[in-house]
């Protein structure tokens, strides 16, 4: 057990029930190449809109790996192709058919499959692109053997989907996803689960486990491999979450690219938060029929500390499991610098939040003030469970000092472990957005 102290829970408003939502089944779905780091911008397309593909057909593919490919979660046709600044790629948009007809793909016999076997496989269906790669979390190298490969089987995220209820159901999927990225690694497959974790996580084979407790971010899997096998320099990692280890497990089981998942919808907006059975890229636009009263609201695809933010008929992102609604914060508070106008979460205890530590509430998007001098305030140590200066290594990438950036751990963060300095920054630093920059600038000059 790995007792972890340092962090913050941030309780709100709107916690998925155990129960499965009753919603329409979406039409449009959609795969987003923003969603991934580490293929360029505008990446190859294999279809024309008007295309008719299966699901497990290729949509587009990266041009630096052409090998790479990100396929249709449906079948269906093609109806349109997003683009951005510079005519980037940012959706491919599928309509479904009413009957998901798959692409069959050739399936080894898994004792006996090769990792080359294995690979060319995952490559071929699109499920290779569920992993990823650390340090700078992109898009694993098919050339390159990890170190090691973790799976957080529980996520301490606000409002975040509980891992158990998404699980159920693919127990035997899950077992056979395991077995398959066993044979990728040249260490260990290690589970990160918590007290109250499933017996399909603490009692799964062909893994070692680690079982975590303390508050956000215990639950990141990032955390994890700090306690339990650092990333040092030249160490190559790969993770993935549950819901897509029994997708690699359906594919080696059936030979087709079964992208199916549970979703929750969350949030302080939602009148009935719950599950949703549903499809990778769906529209969440039939999620939210009859969910959300008002307008002037958020949907964020993920959580409200990591998530994207995408319109109402947008599409779930490649990784997300969970949709969160809240409040747009768009109205000024006046004095709100001096005089606080509602209660809300906070590590500050100059909100009385810390006297209800359990208390849940209703929040918005306002950021309540503008970025302002980057202090040192010792404030992201008390939330970031890892023996790294947050702070320190933030200001070496400002002056992009590559060997300070190595020297303060570069290679074992991304955004989400550094999420929480952000919330409670007292400077308004876009703080996930700076470590971004830093890692792509050493990814790609480094």
Not at 194 to 223: K, L, Q
Not at 320 to 334: A, R, S, Y
Request: hydrophobic share 40%; proline share 7%.
């Amino acid at each position: 057990m790995k007792k972890l102290s340092r962090g913050f829970d941030i309780k709100l408003l709107g916690r998925a029930e155990n129960v499965t939502l009753n919603c329409d089944w979406p039409s449009l779905y959609a795969v987003k190449p923003p969603d991934v780091v580490g293929i360029g911008p505008i990446p190859k397309l294999s279809v024309d809109i008007g295309s008719r593909v299966r699901a497990g057909d290729s949509l587009f593919f990266d041009k630096q790996r052409p090998q790479i490919h990100f396929c249709s979660p449906v079948s269906g046709e093609v109806i349109r192709v997003g683009r951005g600044p510079k005519r980037a790629i940012t959706e491919v948009v599928v309509r479904a058919d009413a009957e998901t007809e798959y692409k069959t793909f050739p399936v080894p016999p898994l004792d006996a499959a090769s990792r080359e076997d294995i690979i060319q496989l995952l490559l071929d269906s699109g499920a290779w692109v569920l992993m990823r790669e650390r340090p700078f979390n992109v898009v694993p190298n098919p050339d390159r053997t990890p170190r090691d490969i973790f799976i957080s089987c529980f996520d301490t995220a606000p409002l975040a989907a509980d891992q158990n209820v998404l699980i159920e159901g693919k127990e035997e999927a899950f077992q056979t996803g395991l077995k398959v990225l066993a044979k990728l690694t040249s260490g260990r497959v290690h589970l990160g689960v918590s007290p109250t974790s499933s017996d399909v996580f603490t009692r799964a084979s062909a893994a070692t486990i680690t079982s975590f407790s303390g508050p956000h971010p215990a639950g990141n899997v990032g955390i994890q491999i700090h306690h339990v096998a650092p990333i040092n320099k030249g160490d190559i990692v790969w993770t993935i979450k549950p819901q897509d280890v029994a997708i690699i497990g359906r594919l080696f089981q059936k030979g087709i690219f079964d992208a199916k998942r549970k979703v929750a919808i969350t949030g302080p907006e939602v009148e009935r938060p719950g599950y949703i059975d549903t499809v990778l890229g769906a529209s969440v636009e039939s999620m939210l029929k009859g969910q959300v009263a008002r307008d002037q609201v958020r949907v964020i695809s993920g959580n409200v500390l990591t998530g994207s933010h995408i319109p109402r008929d947008g599409f779930l992102g490649l990784f997300d499991d969970q949709l969160t609604v809240i409040e747009q914060g768009n109205k000024p508070e006046f004095f709100g610098w001096l005089v606080p106008s509602y209660p809300r979460p906070s590590l500050s205890h100059s909100f009385a939040a810390f006297l209800k530590p359990k208390k849940e509430y209703a929040v918005n998007t306002n950021t309540h003030g503008c970025e302002r001098a980057f202090v040192v305030t010792g404030e992201y140590e008390k939330v970031v469970p890892m023996d790294i200066y947050p702070q320190y290594l933030l200001k070496s990438i400002l002056y992009s000092d590559f060997e300070q950036m190595e020297g303060l751990g570069i290679y074992e963060v991304v955004e989400e472990d550094l999420a929480l300095c952000e919330f409670i920054c007292t400077s308004k630093q876009p703080v996930q957005q700076i470590l971004r920059s830093g890692l792509d600038l050493v990814r790609i000059e480094g």
